[in-house]
């Protein structure tokens, strides 16, 4: 109808932000073509070839080649042309302008990370936090010795923080191991003794053990609040190695209860399909939670298609909704990601109009949010689109960078801290050094801050706190705050570090929290505190 020309066409022209995929690997690699088509594996997967996917998929690729509609046509048209010239197809038919990768999965000759710069400009990377964890247990202790979970967590949690400013966010594969029933309050106990069971099943290393994958994803949520990371999650349908009773995100429940993680923004990808209505109801009533239809479109039937998206937007904000591909190994899955990904888009916000829901600004507006303006601000990415024309169309120029619009209106961020005579002193930065430098480095302070009196400017005797020696006043982000009497103002509570990342023996609120964790670990008593006002 013509009364959506505006429609269709903001659909079809819109530059994508393909907000999770993977490698794609090289055209000898030993990954299955049909893998293109399917989730399944071994004899299951000759089955993919009487799916509705696989003989919709087959007869888009061999239309955007011009060759034989076959699988054999088309794997020969694979063949002959090149995985470059292949690659090159398929990303600009797709409009792809910036792709989210998590390399997690170990892929038979998969390309490096900067391979695929080659077709999208911006390519940003996803840190998979089981992966991580793996392969620090693989490579073992540098002077052989066995893992203590303290010193794995040192090095683990020390690695997330020195990739924090590489990295666009982190993913979680729980659902495929154990579980989105995550317990936030495992102990350090049950952790300890789920690491051993794990390192005893020998090498390679291959988390499973509930304790120990509960334990890495809260000690990885603490990075991700303390960096402003976003948290990608699986949910729903994937390979036959995930039970899917365990992975309908209704399950996160605790997690998204528990008060530390409040501000910790968590994407559900997949569409969590078959759970696409629970997707939507967790995005409409937790603040945090974000969702992404990746693998469900394009993998699904088109009915399925439609009606899994029109599930995920019968109550989730739409500012809330983006796209992905999930794509991955083969460049042919980004492209069948992208392509029916418009046209289901289209479909859901064409209906959305007729129904009533949406007025046709309404849904294109809707549009370019789904498919990109909603990945670039929950990302903190800048993608500038010049031309849809010429081969430099998008400006390889991406810089990572902070999209909340109220940061603009902050002059001075107050960084608060209690020295160790009980008053509270703040050191004040300019609202754009906070964000551009403080926020990932800290701001300086030195020693003698913690040794003053409340009776005498200066240090007490016999602190052996001087002048001489620096810490770094690390931001805890989850504690941040628009100060309500001075609106052009914030205030965040601050953690002392010797360097970022490295705690300061003396720092007031590491302190605390390790008497707190003796006292729930050994006695198991939580402290409730609070003041009286006089």
Not at 17 to 33: C, E, G, K, M, R
Not at 129 to 158: N, Y
Not at 164 to 193: C, F, H, P, Q, W
Request: proline share 4%.
């Amino acid at each position: 109808m013509e009364k959506f020309t505006e429609l269709r066409e903001a659909v079809d022209s819109v530059e994508l932000v393909d907000a999770h995929a993977h490698n794609i690997v090289a055209l000898d690699s030993t990954v299955p073509f049909l893998n293109c088509f399917s989730e399944a594996n071994g004899d299951a997967l000759f089955s993919a070839t009487h799916t509705l996917n696989f003989k919709r998929g087959l007869r888009d690729i061999a239309d955007l080649y011009h060759c034989e509609l076959s699988l054999h046509g088309v794997q020969e048209y694979r063949r002959c042309c090149g995985l470059q010239s292949i690659s090159s197809i398929c990303f600009k038919a797709a409009k792809i302008s910036a792709i989210l990768i998590d390399d997690g999965i170990e892929l038979d000759k998969r390309h490096d990370f900067e391979w695929h710069q080659n077709f999208a400009p911006f390519v940003g990377r996803i840190l998979r936090i089981e992966r991580l964890a793996e392969k620090i247990l693989d490579e073992g202790r540098p002077d052989g010795s066995s893992w203590t979970l303290d010193m794995f967590i040192e090095t683990f949690v020390g690695k997330l923080k020195s990739d924090a400013d590489k990295i666009v966010g982190l993913k979680s594969i729980a659902a495929y191991r154990s579980g989105l029933e995550i317990n936030t309050n495992v102990t350090k106990k049950e952790a300890e003794e789920g690491l051993v069971e794990v390192l005893c099943a020998g090498k390679p290393v291959r988390i499973t053990n509930k304790n120990f994958i509960d334990y890495i994803f809260t000690r990885s949520l603490d990075v991700a609040v303390c960096f402003d990371l976003p948290m990608q999650i699986h949910t729903g349908f994937g390979d036959k190695d995930l039970d899917l009773r365990l992975s309908n995100p209704l399950h996160l429940r605790n997690l998204l209860e528990d008060r530390r993680f409040s501000k910790c923004r968590l994407v559900l990808l997949h569409a969590s399909y078959p759970f696409s209505k629970e997707a939507s109801y967790l995005a409409s009533v937790y603040p945090q939670v974000y969702l992404d239809f990746g693998l469900a479109v394009p993998r699904l039937s088109t009915h399925g298609m439609i009606s899994s998206v029109k599930e995920l937007l019968e109550l989730a904000p739409l500012k809330k909704v983006m796209f992905s591909t999930d794509g991955c190994a083969f460049p042919e899955t980004f492209y069948l990601g992208a392509k029916k990904a418009r046209e289901v888009v289209f479909s859901v916000l064409n209906d959305a109009c007729i129904d009533g829901d949406l007025s046709v600004p309404e849904a294109v507006e809707a549009a370019k949010d789904i498919f990109a303006e909603n990945a670039k601000q929950f990302y903190k990415i800048n993608v500038v689109v010049k031309s849809l024309d010429s081969k430099n169309a998008i400006s390889p120029n991406f810089v990572k960078i902070e999209t909340n619009p109220s940061q603009q209106d902050i002059t001075l961020v107050r960084i608060i801290w209690v020295d160790a005579s009980g008053q509270h002193r703040c050191r004040v930065v300019p609202g754009k050094r906070f964000h551009d430098v403080v926020k990932k480095n800290g701001v300086g302070l030195t020693f003698a801050c913690m040794a003053m009196s409340s009776a005498v400017d200066g240090p007490a005797d016999e602190t052996n706190l001087s002048g001489v020696g620096e810490i770094r006043l690390m931001p805890d982000l989850s504690t941040k705050w628009k100060i309500p009497w001075s609106r052009q103002e914030e205030m965040v509570l601050a953690d002392m570090h010797l360097k970022p990342g490295e705690e300061w023996e003396y720092c007031p609120r590491e302190a605390l929290r390790r008497v707190s964790k003796v006292l729930k670990d050994e006695f198991n008593l939580e402290m409730n505190a609070g003041f009286e006002n006089e």
